[in-house]
């Protein structure tokens, strides 16, 4: 390894209608039995399982805005004692408000950043880094916005630049494609985002296995230093719970 951290594991709980539900490219597909109905139970096995924090996706929020959710969230938080990051169209300070109230750690932030870039300096003034961080979303190598399926019309590295600029310390990047179908981590992306910037990089989606894990943990020099996993986890392709043992508390930041 080329560092004596470890890159951190963090599984994802998509939810739509308050189920549990697997998402691929970015859509929600189908409600799966595997992936247990209640987000809650799924939040406590993968505690039980030793993750260190949890990404929750909160696609009512995204598609229609709605925060029915956030009794659920609430719920969530509550009964795990490790950190849970948001994401679900956050689109003004008082939605921010509704879902840190439900003691959620940090929120994830997409279309606000890219249209209302005022709004989100507002944000981003009032809570600061750690608790706000911003998603890259890439389809075809264009920047997209509004649950994925608007493009943004900008060159995601001047996105990038412009929101580290601002003092944005860490990116959620994602290339959509590779979203929920098994077909490979497009770890290229992340690094382009990563060494740019200067900034720590959440990778997410398309890792398959160990090997993976590993091309991106020899990235951590970079600045890629954690990485969102679904469907892999939920279908136990690596050993998560042997990888969470191993990781060292001070890993997340």
């Known amino acids: 390894m080329n560092s004596h951290k470890l890159l951190l594991v963090i599984p994802s709980i998509d939810i739509k209608n308050g189920k549990t539900v697997r998402v691929v490219q970015g859509i929600p597909e189908l409600d799966c039995e595997q992936y ?9 096995i993968w505690r039980a399982e030793n993750a260190k924090i949890l990404h929750v996706v909160d696609f009512d929020g995204i598609v229609d805005k709605s925060r029915r959710n956030l009794p659920l969230m609430k719920k969530m938080c509550s009964s ?3 950190p849970i990051e948001y994401a679900g169209r956050i689109a003004t300070i008082d939605d921010a408000n509704s879902v840190f109230d439900c003691g959620v ?3 994830v932030i997409g279309t606000m ?19 706000i961080v911003v998603a890259i ?32 310390q ?24 990563a060494v740019t910037t200067n900034s720590k990089v959440t990778h997410s989606g398309g890792v398959r296995n ?9 990235l951590i020099p970079f600045g890629i230093d954690s990485v969102i996993v679904g ?10 719970q042997k990888l969470w043992r191993l990781a060292e508390s001070g890993i997340f930041n």
């Open 231 to 240: 469907r892999a986890l939920y279908e136990n392709r690596f050993p998560c």
């Open 170 to 193: 860490r990116f959620v990047v994602t290339d959509v494609k590779r979203n929920g179908v098994l077909g490979g981590p497009n770890i290229q992306l992340s690094k382009e985002i």
């Open 113 to 131: 950043a890219i249209e209302n870039f005022d709004e989100f300096k507002k944000l981003f003034e009032l809570y600061g880094p750690t608790k």
């Open 105 to 107: 750690y940090r929120i």
């Open 80 to 82: 795990v004692v490790i």
């Open 210 to 218: 160990k090997d993976e894990l590993m091309d991106l943990q020899n």
């Open 36 to 44: 247990g109905d209640d987000p809650v139970e799924m939040a406590k």
């Open 137 to 168: 979303d890439v389809i075809d190598n264009e920047l997209v916005s509004r649950g994925r399926r608007i493009k943004a019309g900008i060159p995601y590295i001047d996105f990038a630049k412009k929101i580290a600029d601002l003092g944005v």
